[in-house]
Nanobody, 126 residues
Framework: QVQLVESGGGLVQAGGSLRLSCTAS????????MGWFRQTPGKEREFVAA????????KYADSVKGRFTISRGSAKNTLYLHMNSLKPEDTAVYYC???????????????????WGQGTQVTVSS
């Protein structure tokens, strides 16, 4: 059974930083793109960042560009999201996602991801 487990969420003041982690088990994501999405109550799931299967290509939502960095662990089954200069509007549940198909660059479309974690809450206070 494939599992993606996020960790690292919490409460932080505006301007602070957090690092989210996502650990995969049940299959290797070494040849799969991965991404981070977020969602607030009553809203659609929103793209945050994606990284290609090789880790050489990244993509960011305009709202987080320059503040967030997505990266992969050396074993490729770990995904990170480094979040700096956090704002209250970054408050959301953050989800890790994995692409089923290999060798793709990573996209902002949630329908391209087969595997999802359960989410971790990030709350930014003003």
């Amino acid at each position: 059974q494939v599992q993606l487990v996020e960790s690292g969420g919490g409460l932080v003041q505006a301007g602070g930083s957090l690092r989210l982690s996502c650990t995969a088990s049940g299959r290797t994501f070494g040849t799969s793109a991965m991404g981070w999405f977020r969602q607030t109550p009553g809203k659609e799931r929103e793209f945050v960042a994606a990284i290609s299967w090789s880790g050489t290509s990244t993509k960011y939502a305009d709202s987080v560009k320059g503040r967030f960095t997505i990266s992969r662990g050396s074993a490729k089954n770990t995904l990170y999201l480094h979040m700096n200069s956090l704002k209250p509007e970054d408050t959301a549940v953050y989800y890790c996602a994995g692409d089923q198909d290999p060798y793709r660059s990573g996209t902002e479309y949630p329908e391209n991801y087969e595997y999802w974690g359960q989410g971790t809450q990030v709350t930014v206070s003003s």
